[in-house]
């Protein structure tokens, strides 16, 4: 069982940033690759960056070279970095974490950009 809990979200003006954390705990062990989607409103759930336990990421094409991807395997803790936000960035964010075990999700903090 791995439990994941997100926090950093916020109201911000276009062109500001924030910053998202995902505490992870539980089966830590049974963690290779950690994700964040973003869900907006009436649409579908949208892969936006990954990265591996050996720091290998990904970007969605959408915010590539503004946001950043980071962890923090001490802490058990994964960071989006979001810089020159815009309003099409606004969404639930979900911390995810596929395992052997199950696909485990976390429940989501909200991200409002502001035109």
């Known amino acids: 069982q791995v439990n994941l809990v997100e926090s950093g979200g916020g109201l911000v003006q276009a062109g500001g940033s924030l910053r998202l954390s995902c505490a992870a705990s539980?089966?830590?062990?049974?963690?290779?690759?950690m994700r964040w989607f973003h869900q907006a409103p009436g649409k579908q759930r949208e892969l936006v960056a990954t990265i591996t336990n050996g720091g290998s990421t990904n970007y969605a094409s959408s915010v590539k070279g503004r946001f950043t991807i980071s962890r923090d395997n001490a802490k058990n803790t994964v960071h989006l970095q979001m810089d020159s936000l815009k309003p099409e960035d606004t969404a639930v964010y979900y911390c995810?974490?596929?395992?052997?075990?199950?696909?485990?999700w976390g429940q989501g903090t909200q991200v409002t950009v502001s035109s």
């Open positions: 539980g089966s830590i062990s049974s963690i290779n690759i």
């Open positions: 995810n974490a596929p395992t052997l075990y199950g696909i485990y």
